[in-house]
């Protein structure tokens, strides 16, 4: 039984996993996971790496609404704020690969949950440009 909380990113991940008709097993597959490294998702235990977000959103999952709770009001293939958000995803993992002394799984997080709550508040800067401009640089 999952000891997650009603509203939370565990409870909306598996609302999007019964959407999508998978189970956890096959999704864990689909995202190239452990099972119990996806049980302990949907169980709160733990939350997914930016990467494993990117893969939900190709799997043809709604992860602005499983990240902040608020529903897409257009199609996620028009949504220019959610590709900015993907952009973000992308320029995140790349920085982590280049600089992986400065990036630590808690960096990389709080970096994508700016760009949600950007998103999701209906921020109109241009996010990809200023998430380059102040990701650290090794010395």
Do not use: H
């Not at 190709?58 to 608020?70: C, N």
């Not at 958000?85 to 808690?106: G, T």
């Amino acid at each position: 039984m999952s000891s997650a909380l009603p509203d939370s990113f565990a409870s909306r991940l598996r609302s999007e996993r019964v959407r999508l008709g998978m189970s956890q097993l096959e999704l864990a597959a689909a995202l190239g996971l452990p099972p119990a490294t996806y049980r302990n998702y949907e169980a709160g235990r733990t939350e997914p790496q930016v990467s494993v977000v990117v893969r939900l959103d190709e799997l043809g999952a709604d992860v602005l609404w499983m990240m902040t709770g608020r529903a897409a009001m257009v199609p996620p293939s028009t949504q220019s704020g959610f590709d900015q958000v993907l952009e973000c995803a992308r320029i995140i993992e790349d920085w982590a690969r280049e600089y992986p002394e400065l990036a630590s799984k808690d960096i990389k997080d709080g970096y994508m949950r700016i760009a949600f709550l950007l998103v999701a508040t209906g921020g109109k800067a241009d996010f990809v440009s200023a998430l380059k401009a102040v990701l650290p640089r090794a010395a």
